[in-house]
C-alpha cells in the first residue's frame, strides 16, 4: 500500500480480554516500530523490527505485551488480560532499512479498555 | 540516555504571526534530530530532521528548525503561520548510527492558531 496501514483504527475491549492490532508497513521496509501514545506519557517507544526479529524490545511496558512479525511485513501487537492503563492510541512505523532512513506513521489504533 | 523537553505544552498565536517552538534535548552521544507533526486523529508526519551538516534545516509547510549544539537545543520556527498549522508538534532524537525509527520523543507542543 501507500502508507503504514494499521487495524483496527478502534477498539473498545473489557478489562481482563486479550485483544491483537495490526500493522501493515510499506511494501520493502524491512524495519517497523511500535509506539504508545498515551495521556501524561506521550509517545513510548515499544519495540522494533529488522526483518522478522525484534533486537530491541526493551520498551514492552509488561510481559502481558508481545509482538510478532511475520514473513518480513506484517506484524501483530497482543496485549493480554488489558487493564485500563492500557488504554492509548497505539502506532506504528516502518521505514526501509534500520540505520539512516526517515520512519514512517501509520495512523494508530485507539484502545480503550473499559 | 537521551531525553527530549518541549517547554511548552500548548502555544496559542494568531494567524500569520510568527512562532517558535523550543525543543532542548540531553545526550551523551551523538544524536539526529526531528520535529514531526500530528494531526487531529491522524499519525505522525516527518516536518524535519537534522542528520548533519547546515545547522538550519527547512522543512516541509514553511517550518525551520535550528540546531544549536552548545545550547543542545532544537527549536522550532515559522515567519507566519496559519489556521491549518493546528497541530501537536514532536521533537525527537534518535542516537547516531543507529535506526531513525527508534526515537526518544519530547511530551509534544500543542499549536492553536486563532484567526
Known amino acids: 500500500g501507500a502508507g503504514v496501514s494499521q487495524s483496527p483504527s478502534n477498539k473498545v475491549t473489557e478489562k481482563g480480554k486479550d485483544v491483537e492490532l495490526r500493522c501493515d508497513p510499506i511494501s520493502g521496509h524491512t524495519a517497523l516500530y511500535w509506539y504508545r501514545q498515551s495521556l501524561g506519557q506521550g509517545l513510548e517507544f515499544l519495540i522494533y523490527?529488522?526483518?522478522?526479529?525484534?533486537?530491541?524490545k526493551s520498551g514492552l511496558p509488561s510481559d502481558r505485551f508481545s509482538a510478532e512479525r511475520t514473513g518480513g511485513s506484517v506484524s501483530t501487537l497482543t496485549i493480554q488480560r488489558t487493564q485500563q492503563e492500557d488504554s492509548a492510541v497505539y502506532l506504528c512505523?516502518?521505514?526501509?532499512?534500520?540505520?539512516?532512513?526517515?520512519?514512517?506513521f501509520g495512523q494508530g489504533t485507539r484502545l480503550t479498555v473499559v | 540516555a537521551q531525553s527530549v523537553t518541549q517547554l511548552d505544552s500548548q502555544v496559542p498565536v494568531f494567524e500569520e504571526a510568527p512562532v517558535e517552538l523550543r525543543c532542548n534535548y540531553s545526550?551523551?552521544?551523538?544524536?539526529?534530530l526531528f520535529w514531526y507533526v500530528q494531526y487531529p486523529n491522524q499519525g505522525l508526519q516527518l516536518l524535519l530532521k537534522y542528520l548533519s551538516g547546515s545547522t538550519l534545516v527547512k522543512g516541509i509547510n514553511g517550518f525551520e528548525a535550528e540546531f544549536n549544539k552548545s545550547q543542545t537545543s532544537f527549536h522550532l520556527r515559522k515567519p507566519s503561520v496559519h489556521i491549518s498549522d493546528t497541530a501537536e508538534y514532536f521533537c525527537?532524537?534518535?542516537?547516531?548510527?543507529?535506526?531513525?525509527?527508534?526515537?526518544?520523543f519530547g511530551k509534544g507542543t500543542k499549536l492553536s492558531v486563532k484567526p
Open positions: 523490527f529488522q526483518g522478522n526479529s525484534a533486537p530491541d
Open positions: 512505523a516502518s521505514s526501509l532499512v534500520v540505520a539512516n532512513t526517515e520512519a514512517f
Open positions: 525527537a532524537v534518535s542516537e547516531v548510527g543507529r535506526s531513525q525509527g527508534n526515537l526518544i
Open positions: 545526550s551523551s552521544v551523538s544524536v539526529y
